[in-house]
């Protein structure tokens, strides 16, 4: 197969040697444009690439895989992404197929599996990876998108806040990174903190880590 006709693939995986393997294993059908460590550098990267697929973790920093997913889709709904995850939980694999994803593999699983992940992306189809498909269908079956994940009550700027928040910026940091203000910062923290009933900071960043919007 003639190189420039191969698919073409965007990873993003802060773990430099996940990134690595994941390299020897998708070069002989894949053509691999760029490698990214945050969810920010994703964002830029694939709407400056234009990748046929990606291939990103959902953990990591400055924003995760299914909120840059998320950004990514709002300028282009025929983003195709695929998440490669150590996240073994039905609710992670829920989050990202109802924001949109095409696929949903753990890392532990055989790679021909993100192989064929990364082919039903390509021909339009979703794939989920087989541990999970069935608990992940019974799920869709019983509550319809979002219903049971609290997550979803939450904007998707109030999502990227709590992350940054998480991840120890101050409001000043953020809003720097952001380009709004610190007060519009303390606002969206103080807007969901009342959505989610919770009274102090330290419980807004344990929602995050229980959530996986940030890991520690």
Not at 63 to 86: D, Y
Not at 92 to 110: M, P, T
Not at 162 to 174: F, V
């Amino acid at each position: 197969m003639n190189a420039s006709k191969r698919p073409r693939v965007l990873l993003a995986d802060d773990h430099r040697m996940v990134a690595e393997g994941l390299k020897g294993l998708l070069a002989p059908e894949f053509e691999l444009v760029g490698v990214v460590e945050n969810g920010r550098a994703l964002v830029e990267e694939a709407k400056r690439l234009r990748p046929d697929v990606i291939v990103a973790d959902i953990s990591m920093p400055q924003l995760n895989g299914i909120e840059a997913m998320a950004q990514l889709k709002e300028q282009n709904r025929e983003v195709r992404v695929v998440f490669l995850t150590m996240h073994q939980e039905v609710a992670y694999a829920r989050r990202a197929l109802d924001a949109g994803a095409s696929g949903y593999v753990l890392k532990h699983s055989a790679p021909a599996e993100l192989v064929a992940a990364i082919r039903a992306a390509l021909e339009g189809k979703t794939y989920v990876t087989p541990a999970l498909a069935g608990e992940v269908l019974l799920d869709m079956s019983r509550e319809p998108a979002g219903a049971r994940d609290p997550v979803a009550s939450l904007t998707p700027r109030q999502r990227q806040i709590l992350q940054l928040l998480a991840e120890g910026r101050s409001a000043k940091e953020i809003g720097e990174a952001l380009e709004i203000s610190s007060r519009t910062v303390e606002f969206h923290k103080y807007q969901m903190m009342e959505v989610l009933n919770l009274h102090t900071s330290a419980e807004l960043i344990h929602f995050a880590i229980k959530h996986g919007i940030v890991e520690i």
